[in-house]
Structures are given as structure tokens and as C-alpha cells.
Nanobody
Framework: VQLVESGGGWVQPGDSLRLSCKFS????????LGWFRQAPGKGREFVAA????????NYAGSVKGRFVVSRGNAETTLYLQMNSLKPEDTAAYYC???????????????????WGQGTQVTVSS
């Protein structure tokens, strides 16, 4: 399985950005998917996840109401729409794939089997 993120960049506070994660190498529908981030000097933290069927979404409290996770099965791509961005959202963002029997939208990074290389998001005025 390969995961390739794109869409990162520099934006000002209050702006929006959409990240994409292109999935390849296996059947997309077998996997639950998630987004995590890591800021400089900090550990990796959960951002959002979507279940294998796309019906359940799970968000970190810090992004709930501002970020939306979705998956496009036809294009085998995971998305993260980020609105009302704040300086504290600055981080490298990683997508991950979880080949789980339950298909649940997990927040624990230990559940995930495959990871992308990350895309940088910088929010600054």
C-alpha cells in the first residue's frame, strides 16, 4: 500500500485548505483511513478518521466543527477539508490506512498499518 499526501502549504489564519491522500496498491474499500499531525517538538496527534464504509467520522476535539474528513472511493483518495485555520494547526499532516476487520474510525495511531510521507501546513500571518 502506498499513500501520497498533497495540498499542504502556507496560509493565513482564518483561511481554508484541502489536503488529499492518494491510495494505491490494494483495495481501497478494505481500509479505514485517518489523518494525524505532528508539530515541531511535539508528538504525533490524531486529527480525524473515517470508517471503511465512510459512514462514521471521528474528530479530535481541537478540530471538530472546523475540519471535515471524507473519502472518494472512485478516485481512491482521502480528503481533509480544513476551515478557519489557526496558527496552532501548523504541523506536518500524515494520512494512514488501517486494514481492520471492524472498519472503525480509530483515533489510536497504533491501529494503522500504512503511512504517507506527510505534507506541511503552515498557518501564519
Amino acid at each position: 500500500v502506498q499513500l501520497v499526501e498533497s495540498g499542504g502549504g502556507w496560509v493565513q489564519p482564518g483561511d481554508s485548505l484541502r489536503l488529499s491522500c492518494k491510495f494505491s496498491g490494494d483495495t481501497f474499500g478494505k481500509y479505514a483511513l485517518g489523518w494525524f499531525r505532528q508539530a515541531p517538538g511535539k508528538g504525533r496527534e490524531f486529527v480525524a478518521a473515517i470508517s471503511r464504509g465512510g459512514t462514521v467520522r471521528n474528530y479530535a476535539g481541537s478540530v471538530k466543527g472546523r475540519f471535515v474528513v471524507s473519502r472518494g472511493n472512485a478516485e481512491t483518495t482521502l480528503y481533509l477539508q480544513m476551515n478557519s485555520l489557526k496558527p496552532e494547526d501548523t504541523a506536518a499532516y500524515y494520512c494512514a490506512a488501517d486494514e481492520t476487520v471492524s472498519g472503525a474510525a480509530e483515533s489510536n495511531d497504533g491501529h494503522y498499518d500504512y503511512w504517507g510521507q506527510g505534507t506541511q501546513v503552515t498557518v501564519s500571518s
